[in-house]
């Protein structure tokens, strides 16, 4: 296979992806403040412009998730660089999706992990040094560095507790971008969050 064919199924496995969380819409109550962002990447990625994911991101629009432009590469930053930095502690992790966490979500990922056998994790930004808490884009290494050291590993279900301005998110990590959009619709099925 050459670097045009696997770039193509990159880029349909994570078409079929959005559709997948297109037709959830129980999904919507996941959406974080920041948005969704869906990724997959090449094999070997070094760069974001390696990265495929969602252009615009994915958002709410009459109660359905709704992506906002069609998968690019080069189309997301935070979770690119997320995928490359997991991958130097795990290259079978080629994808990944963030949602929405608090406490509630918390312990259903945690029962749902435990149920489908997919590891568990989290990250107290609290604890992350001055050095990388400041400048931008310079936090990640440790983050993952921390999964890693603290799991044995990098857990397929992490999130990231609330930092100095930054919201709480959980991440899905899996093989490709369906298996990911699969856990995120499979949680938000189980999650009926309180109106109002």
Known sequence: MNDTQQAEIILGNLVRAINLLQDCPAFTALIPEVRVNLSCTLPGAKTPDEVAAVDGRITAVRGYPHASGLPQW????????????????????????????????????????????????????????????????????????????????IPRLFYEGSGWGKEPLFVALGSDAVEVAGIAADIAQRYRPRPG
């Open 74 to 153: 080069g189309a997301s930053d935070h979770m690119a660089r997320l995928i490359i930095e997991v991958r130097r502690y795990d290259n079978t992790l080629n994808a990944g999706i963030n949602f929405k966490c608090n406490t509630a979500i918390i312990k259903i990922v945690q029962k749902y992990g435990a149920e489908k056998g997919i590891t568990f994790g989290g990250i107290d930004r609290t604890e992350e040094p001055e050095e990388v808490s400041g400048p931008d884009r310079s936090s990640m290494p440790w983050k993952i560095k921390q999964l890693a050291t603290k799991y044995n590993g």
